[in-house]
C-alpha cells in the first residue's frame, strides 16, 4: 500500500528556513506526480506546491513562489520542500500527496488520492 510520511515541521523564526521531508513507501515512486498542501486553522486545506513524475516540471501558489522550492528523489523515495524567508502567514499542518493522474495544473484538494498525515510548522519570535 502505498503510503506517505511528513517529517521536518517544527517552530521557526520569521524569516527563517525550514525543509521539510515526505518518506514514500508502497509503490514506485516515479509513477506518481506529488505536491505539498497546507492547512491552516479557520482556513480550507490549500495547494502550495506540485513536481512532475520525474522532476522536470514544479509549479507553486503564488504566495509561495519565489521562497519555496519542491522537489523529489525517486531513488530515494523521498519528496521536499525548502521553505525559506518563511511568514506568519505559512503557519501550518503541511501535507505530502500524491496521484497518478490529473486534469489540472496545478493540482487541487480534490485531484490528490494519497496523504500522508502532515507535519505542523508553527512560525514565530
Known amino acids: 500500500q502505498f503510503q506517505l510520511v511528513e517529517s521536518g515541521g517544527g517552530l521557526v523564526q520569521p524569516g527563517a528556513s525550514l525543509r521539510l521531508s515526505c518518506a514514500a513507501s508502497g509503490a514506485t515512486l516515479s509513477r506518481y506526480f506529488m505536491g505539498w498542501f497546507r492547512e491552516s486553522p479557520g482556513k480550507q486545506r490549500e495547494f502550495v506546491a506540485a513536481i512532475s513524475r520525474f522532476g522536470q516540471h514544479t509549479v507553486y501558489a503564488d504566495s509561495v513562489k519565489g521562497r519555496f522550492t519542491i522537489s523529489r528523489d525517486n531513488a530515494e523515495k523521498m519528496i521536499y520542500l525548502q521553505m525559506n524567508s518563511v511568514t506568519t502567514e505559512d503557519a501550518a499542518v503541511y501535507y505530502c500527496?500524491?496521484?497518478?493522474?490529473?486534469?489540472?495544473?496545478?493540482?487541487?484538494?480534490?485531484?490528490?488520492?494519497?496523504w500522508g498525515k502532515g507535519t505542523l510548522v508553527t512560525v514565530s519570535s
Open positions: 500527496a500524491a496521484d497518478r493522474t490529473s486534469d489540472r495544473w496545478p493540482p487541487q484538494v480534490d485531484d490528490m488520492y494519497y
